[in-house]
């Protein structure tokens, strides 16, 4: 079972081996909160990016312990690389950029990244 996604111009193409979440985490940090992303995370081997590798620019803030990956054509930030609370390297996904999810159905987990 997988599931795809992709930047809004499609330049960015990625696969999920994993099925499709039916919770995301709505963080209130500075970043998320004014992007608006719904959030799922998976192990690294689960992602695959099929497609937009040089498409794909980096930005780090605050403690830069996250990479945000977002497309350089339409700007949108399909996905994310980091690691957990204890230390696994892990793919944050923003829902929102997976066609497959209505994110109305989504239960909404709140995180206060804004507080860290």
Do not use: W
């Not at 099925?19 to 695959?48: W, Y």
């Not at 497309?71 to 497959?100: F, H, K, W, Y």
Request: aromatic share 6%; hydrophobic share 35%.
């Amino acid at each position: 079972m997988s599931f795809q996604g992709s930047c809004h111009c499609g330049a960015v193409r990625f696969t999920i081996d994993a099925a499709l979440p039916t919770q995301a985490i709505e963080c209130n940090c500075s970043h998320c909160r004014i992007k608006g992303m719904l959030l799922a995370f998976f192990p690294v081997d689960q992602f695959h990016l099929d497609q937009g590798e040089d498409a794909l620019q980096s930005y780090r803030f605050n403690t830069h312990k996250i990479e945000h990956q977002f497309c350089r054509t339409c700007g949108t930030q399909p996905m994310a690389l980091g690691a957990l609370p204890d230390g696994t390297l892990s793919r944050c996904i923003n829902l929102r950029c997976v066609p497959e999810i209505d994110p109305d159905t989504l239960k909404r987990i709140p995180h206060d990244g804004a507080s860290r």
